[in-house]
T-cell receptor
């Protein structure tokens, strides 16, 4: 199946610093990627939809100036947590959809998720 | 997207079949049933999906009732590595530009 990678897999930073997380589709192109956040013992919550070449769409309650998303190419989206605080400590996961062409034309397949990035803000 | 209801947790003996139920009584005719699982501290992993027919792949089988209001994911021979949170999601699909909405899922513990 298609592979989505994230870097780094974990990061510890001081309060007030910024952290960049990369999400890459390794063997396919992804026009749209999604960023999720998961707190301990909770389910995944969508933060934003990242569209290649355009601005990201943020979910209600997610600060776009704090969580900067850049989707500069069809294989890379980045999430930057600016001025991180301890409450931003979480597991951040990205996903991408694989689009393939079948006998009946274009076919949208299931989404593939990255392995996640664990952010700890001290 | 229609909402789903799953038991919060289940246990299964290693080597036995694990049957995970999911209720989706408000599912629409064009919505698919998807199953993902998440092993601790990893990203979700796709398992299987279906519309109305039963589906089987190398990982699992998906049984959908005739009225489509519920489904069951079957892991035929559970191993310790199948311990994970299993998410049942219904959505219009395939839909390239739409995210998945995750509920709390079922925490499956496979016991030795």
């Amino acid at each position: 199946g298609a592979v989505v990678s994230q870097h780094p897999s974990w990061v510890i930073c001081k309060s007030g610093t910024s952290v960049k997380i990369e999400c890459r589709s390794l063997d396919f192109q992804a026009t749209t990627m999604f960023w999720y956040r998961q707190f301990p013992k909770q389910s995944l919550m969508l933060m934003a939809t990242s569209n290649e070449g355009s601005k990201a769409t943020y979910e209600q309650g997610v600060e776009k100036d704090k969580f900067l998303i850049n989707h500069a190419s069809l294989t890379l989206s980045t999430l930057t947590v600016t001025s991180a605080h301890p409450e931003d400590s979480s597991f951040y996961i990205c996903s991408a959809s694989l689009r393939s062409r079948g006998l009946a034309g274009v076919k949208w397949n299931e989404q593939f998720f990255g392995p996640g990035t664990r952010l700890t803000v001290l | 997207d229609a909402k789903t209801t799953q038991p919060p947790s289940m246990d299964c003996a290693e080597g036995r079949a694990a049957n995970l139920p999911c209720n989706h009584s408000t599912i629409s005719g064009n919505e698919y049933v998807y199953w993902y699982r998440q092993i601790h501290s990893q990203g979700p992993q796709y398992i299987i999906h279906g519309l109305k027919n039963n589906e089987t792949n190398e990982m699992a089988s998906l049984i959908i009732t005739e009225d489509r209001k519920s489904s069951t994911l079957i892991l035929p021979h559970a191993t310790l590595r199948d311990t994970a949170v299993y998410y049942c999601i219904v959505r219009v699909a395939p839909n390239y530009g739409q995210n998945f909405v995750f509920g709390p899922g079922t925490r499956l513990s496979v016991l030795p």
